[in-house]
């Protein structure tokens, strides 16, 4: 290659198309994110890639734009959560910042939904394993079985006074409800 054609390549003409990508994949989520170049800027020097200000403006909107080397897309990567392969994507035409906040949003309560699921199933099935050990208590007699049943209400009632004291006001007055109108 010439020094023309180096010059050339500097100066951003005949820049390949992935580095455009790049360049607008990187200001689309920064501005996603809600982060200033500075904010960026600060969060790749703490990851290891250090990238002033100045140069994220050049990258995202500079005539020509700045190129991007390996080490800072390496950074990009880290900051951004992405891999190569979606940091140098073409970026989204319609997805503005607030749809793409509200699917990473969404993307989120999900797993933490799949996360809850999963520790609900897990005490299901130690609730079940603790309700197999009391039947054999409950099955030595109907006195057992009524004092079992005595004594769950009770350490049920005093769990709920101790960590959901709303909850047992709730219950107590729409008890007193029921009984004024029973009566």
């Known amino acids: ?29 920064r501005e996603t ?7 960026l800027a600060e969060k790749m020097a703490e990851a290891g890639h250090p990238v002033n200000q100045a ?4 990258i995202e909107s500079g ?3 700045r190129r991007v080397n ?9 900051v951004f959560g992405l891999t190569m392969d979606e940091l140098t994507a073409p970026p989204m035409k319609y997805a503005d910042a607030l749809v793409r906040g509200l699917v990473r949003d969404r993307i989120k ?9 999963i520790d609900a199933q897990r ?3 130690e609730i079940r394993d603790l309700d197999f050990e009391l039947d054999h208590f409950a099955n030595n007699g109907v006195e057992q079985k009524a004092e079992l049943d005595q004594l769950i209400r009770l350490e049920d009632n005093a769990w709920l006074r101790e960590n959901k004291p709303e ?15 029973d009566t």
């Open 167 to 181: 909850f047992v006001r709730g219950r107590e007055r729409d008890q007193a409800r029921k009984k004024a109108r």
């Open 70 to 78: 390996l080490d800072e897309a390496l950074g990009f990567c880290q």
């Open 109 to 117: 309560k999900s797993h933490a939904l799949a996360e809850l699921q």
């Open 33 to 39: 994110r809600g982060w200033s170049t500075v904010a």
């Open 123 to 125: 005490l299901e099935r």
């Open 63 to 65: 005539k020509p734009r």
């Open 1 to 29: 290659m010439s020094s023309k054609d180096d010059a050339a390549r500097a100066a951003g003409s005949d820049r390949p198309v992935p580095e455009d990508y790049v360049a607008d994949r990187i200001k689309q989520e």
């Open 55 to 58: 140069a994220i403006w050049r």
